[in-house]
């Protein structure tokens, strides 16, 4: 039973990363390349086939211009409740129709509604840390 889980998991997070890809209008050999990742096991990823490590996600994020916590959700990695509020800000920093200028303004919005900070790396990777360590 916790294999189907872990393998739900994993092909949605790869579903999840190719709607990102294809918003993001990145070929897998351009994200592959920007994310410092193979082309195979990206395409790995994608099929659901192989479950990446935080920081090949981390890369992965950085690459697509999303935050690397949406993914930790997809993965399994971080409770939904944990970070919620990134997902409206991921779709804001996708939304091609906005400038920079306009998603940041929505952001500094959106979080003064929320009340909610943007995580800085250093709270992200301690995150994270635990995260896999709870998983041992």
Known sequence: ???????????GLGDYLREQRGQAQMSLRQL????????PYLSQIERGLRRPSAEVLQQI??????SAESLYVRAGILDADESGARMVEDAIALDPQ?????KTALLDIYRSF????????????????????EEK
């Open 61 to 66: 994020a950085k690459a697509l211009r999303i």
């Open 1 to 11: 039973m916790a294999k189907l889980n872990v393998q739900k998991t994993v092909g």
């Open 98 to 102: 906005l400038t920079e200028r306009q």
């Open 114 to 133: 929320v009340g909610t900070e943007e995580a800085t790396d250093t709270e992200l990777a301690a995150t994270v840390t635990e995260a896999n360590q």
């Open 32 to 39: 592959a390349e920007l994310a410092d990742v193979s082309n």
